[in-house]
């Protein structure tokens, strides 16, 4: 198979950035779709649907490409959906509920290829202990780094690594937004492998 344009159906700049590391040229471009999960839908099917959904949301525009989707769900032991918060009252909320708590992330990867329907997608699952935080650790994480457009209110690849006292995954930079190695697999199966091309 010849090699196929790759796109990135998304305005994350740590995509963006994860995506540069593979050496592979790419074009990025945001997708509109509705994030709302439908009533009763699990964490891991949900990521998996967003990711998808972002993908083929782009397949008309780009309708001779590969076009990569993902996104991100977090979720306390007790299923609580944690999402990006917006803004420092609600990032202080959700890390003192993370405090001394297992975090469960769902990262879903979606491949489309645009030119014949086909999709491929994967969810990557990552555990994140947070260690006991104290409200001072809290405030003085949050005014350093400002994590009000993460999911889980961190920034995995920043300071927010002094928030855990153990990770627990195949691949952390799902904790970032897209799982690599999972995205590595997927395009080798369509042709494309970053170490040949």
């Known amino acids: 198979m010849p090699n196929r344009d790759l796109v990135l159906a998304s305005s994350s700049p740590y995509r963006k950035q994860l995506l540069a590391r593979l050496g592979l040229s790419f074009e990025t471009a945001s997708p509109d779709i509705d994030e709302t999960p439908h009533t009763g839908e699990a964490p891991e099917p949900l990521a998996t649907r967003l990711a998808t959904e972002k993908a083929l949301a782009l397949a008309p525009t780009f309708s001779n490409h590969l076009i990569i989707g993902s996104d991100q769900v977090a979720t306390l032991p007790d299923g609580t959906l944690l999402s990006k918060p917006g803004n420092h009252n609600t990032a202080r909320q959700q890390l003192k509920r993370s405090s001394g708590n ?16 086909t999709v491929r997608t994967h969810c990557e699952r990552f555990d994140v202990y947070f260690r006991s935080l104290s409200e001072p650790e809290i405030e003085g994480y949050l005014h350093k780094e400002t994590p009000y457009d993460c999911a889980g209110s961190f920034k995995m690849e920043g300071l927010g690594i002094a928030l ?6 195949r691949d952390p930079n799902s904790l970032i937004g897209l799982p690599l190695i999972a995205l590595n697999k997927l395009l080798r199966e369509m042709g494309i492998n970053p170490l040949l091309d």
């Open 102 to 117: 297992r975090v469960h992330f769902f990262t879903g990867l979606a491949l489309v290829d645009s030119r014949t329907g």
């Open 164 to 169: 855990f006292s153990r990770l627990d995954g």
